[in-house]
């Protein structure tokens, strides 16, 4: 019961983003530029979902809170939640549906396609969320999830690339994206080396 409570309030706090801009939108308290608002605001709430999916494991590890790991996926599906929008946001408010217009601003603006590039990684990655899946894909399963390393990568060059004079956030960003890939690669490697110090001889 005290679970179910737990997840509902992740649940709902998880779409309050998403509420404030709509009723943002719908009261018209997003400043000169609502489009851009929603735009930034559903792309940086994606990013933020997918850095707290990463984060996880290490703080399941480092506080003993085990039960962070029921939040792994439902974090993972918000952040392709939130991707999803910010796709939309732009398709349906910056190019009124034309696409035409969509190749075209793809080799204008090679941003977007590292964004198109990371939504396209995410794909398979949503539709192998469930039990299901990974009890079918066992070992294929981790491998194919692994993907989101990239997929960090290159949503983290995608807001990069945009920022045209304030640099400290997505600085701050990429510490932290090098701070959760380097934690998996340095488990992995003690883990290697502990493995090859059983298997050696006396």
């Known amino acids: 019961m005290t679970r179910t409570l737990y997840k509902l309030a992740a649940h709902l706090a998880a779409l309050m983003p998403f509420a404030y801009y709509l009723a943002g939108a719908y009261w018209q308290w997003l400043g000169a530029d609502p489009q851009e608002q929603i735009l930034h605001g559903m792309g940086i709430w994606s990013f933020y979902f997918l850095l707290l999916s990463l984060a996880i494991t290490p703080l399941r590890r480092w506080l003993g809170w085990h039960g962070l790991i029921h939040y792994r996926r439902m974090l993972g599906l918000y952040f392709a939640f939130y991707l999803l929008l910010h796709i939309l946001v ?7 549906w034309r696409w035409g217009e969509f190749g075209s601003e793809l080799v204008k603006r090679p941003y977007l396609t590292l964004g198109i590039a990371a939504a396209l990684l995410t794909l398979p990655l ?40 304030d640099l400290n956030e997505p600085l701050l960003y990429l510490m932290i994206v090098f701070a959760l890939l380097g934690y998996r690669f340095w488990t992995k490697f003690h883990q290697k080396a502990a493995g090859l110090n059983k298997k050696s001889p006396l």
């Open 90 to 96: 732009y398709l349906w408010l910056y190019l009124g």
């Open 126 to 165: 949503v539709a192998t969320s469930t039990q299901w899946a990974q009890r079918k894909l066992k070992r294929r399963w981790k491998q194919l999830h692994k993907s989101v390393y990239l997929i960090v990568l290159l949503a983290w060059v995608h807001y990069f690339w945009q920022v045209k004079s």
